[in-house]
């Protein structure tokens, strides 16, 4: 099985032979994440596992992958939170030499072309003198066939950003990017510094990318890349400006929602016009959470901890973080 794994899975594009990938897991779905890696694979030339203590049968269950030696497992031994676990994975690809980096979570499936869409469309953007932080694809869930909405800084509300470009190398600057998905250079690495471990989940990739924009740095979408991806455990559609599909989420992760939305208010890299409109943002889904999605008693409470956390300016992980 590993030498068929081994002899199809080698980088069809030069450039993106050039790029390591690092991919978070935490109690993954095993059938998912091995799609995830098939996927990955033909694409980068090596696949770094991080993995935030979901026990040690994930070893046995990725041998067939790692046997190949282009995809290596490290083990954290517990749940020390997204960013932690990103910047052990970014730190290897540093330093092992690689130009680029891709970050991926465990449920995101590439486009067969998704990298080299990504590193042409960061090398285009540069070429005119974009100075380019990070890259992403355009997502979409595959539970339902919708496509993620991309939202920028515009005042005092988000605006939607539209693709208008019709070629496969087109890109559009964005604000920010999900992490997962994202391309991203080892000078700007190296310049911009790592993800803020204290945040924990949610949120980590969207500090990132105000931080990089502080520094004079531009998220782009390269629009012909695509990644399916799924957000939350579930989507609710609400009518709001037309129907809406709301990914669901855990209390724990709403808590984490509400707490390091308001941490980022206080950061002074973030703008007043992403903090602003996120307030409504937070407001809404509270609103939300609290009334239409069971278990709204749980939900209601989590989001009120958070909102308390985030207000006194708490960090780290909430209680027991290894609990899924």
């Not at 911009?192 to 204290?198: A, I, N, S």
Request: charged content about 20%; some cysteine.
């Amino acid at each position: 099985m590993s030498e068929r794994i081994e002899a199809s899975s080698r980088p069809l594009n030069p450039a993106a032979a050039d790029c390591a990938a690092v991919l978070v897991t935490y109690h993954p779905e095993m059938a998912v994440l091995k799609a995830v890696l098939a996927a990955t694979l033909p694409q980068v030339d090596r696949v770094i596992v991080v993995d935030n203590g979901s026990g040690e049968s994930l070893e046995e269950s990725l041998l067939e992958f790692t046997a190949t030696k282009r995809v290596v497992l490290r083990r954290l031994g517990r749940n020390f939170g997204v960013a932690y676990a990103h910047n052990r994975g970014l730190e290897e690809v540093v330093a092992s030499g690689y130009r680029w980096a891709l970050i991926l979570d465990q449920d995101s499936i590439p486009a067969p072309d998704m990298v080299e869409r990504l590193v042409r469309g960061s090398l285009a953007a540069a070429a005119a003198g974009v100075r380019v932080s990070a890259a992403g694809p355009r997502y979409v869930d595959p539970r339902n066939g919708h496509e993620q909405i991309f939202v920028g800084l515009g005042g005092w509300r988000f605006r939607e950003i539209r693709f208008t470009g019709k070629g496969p190398d087109d890109t559009v600057r964005v604000d920010w990017l999900i992490s997962s998905g994202m391309l991203i250079s080892r000078s700007v690495l190296q310049d911009v510094g790592l993800m803020r471990e204290d945040l924990f989940i949610d949120e980590v990739d969207t500090e990132w990318c105000l931080r990089a924009r502080h520094t004079g740095y531009q998220c782009i979408c390269a629009t012909g890349a695509v990644m399916a991806h799924t957000l939350g455990n579930d989507t609710i559609r609400v009518w709001f400006k037309g129907i809406r599909h709301v990914p669901i989420h855990s209390p724990i992760r709403l808590y984490y929602m509400m707490r390091n939305g308001l941490l980022l208010a206080r950061m002074s890299h973030v703008p007043l016009t992403w903090w602003v409109p996120n307030l409504k943002r937070l407001a809404a889904q509270f609103v939300v959470f609290a009334t239409m999605v069971p278990p709204r008693t749980r939900n209601l409470a989590m989001m009120a901890r958070g909102l308390l956390d985030g207000l006194r300016g708490a960090s780290g992980p909430f209680g027991n973080a290894d609990r899924p």
